[in-house]
């Protein structure tokens, strides 16, 4: 079982980005999928997570009126958009697969991990 985020970069306050995340086609059969971010020093906290069907999103408060979350079951892809990026989203970002169809906001809940791809918004 493999997740793999890609997309991060180094970008300016106001920009967009789209991450992307490949996914075992295992993980897309029944798995609720999700964003995790940590900044350094912060703890890990979700940003947005999707249920295998797709018919349900959920959003941090602090990226929800910015972030799109959305899942290509066909091609086992996870997307996150973010628009008018903040200083304050600079981060690495983790997919990561639910144990269950519906996603959790509580890391403990997801039981694979993908290694985090580097966002940095400059000011």
């Known amino acids: 079982v493999q997740l793999q985020a890609s997309g991060g970069g180094l970008v300016q306050a106001g920009d967009s980005l789209r991450l992307s995340c490949a996914a075992s086609?295992?993980?897309?059969?029944?798995?609720?999928l999700g964003w995790f971010r940590q900044a350094p020093g912060k703890e890990r906290e979700f940003v947005a997570g999707?249920?295998?069907?797709?018919?349900?999103?959920y959003y941090a408060d602090s990226v929800k009126a910015r972030a799109t979350i959305s899942r290509d079951n066909p091609k086992n892809m996870l997307y996150l958009q973010i628009n008018t990026l903040k200083p304050e989203d600079t981060a690495v970002y983790y997919c990561?697969?639910?144990?269950?169809?519906?996603?959790?906001?509580?890391?403990?809940?997801?039981?694979?991990w993908g290694k985090g791809t580097q966002v940095t918004v400059s000011s």
């Open positions: 990561a697969a639910a144990r269950s169809p519906i996603p959790s906001r509580q890391a403990s809940n997801y039981n694979y």
């Open positions: 086609k295992r993980l897309f059969s029944n798995n609720g």
């Open positions: 999707i249920s295998w069907r797709g018919d349900r999103t």
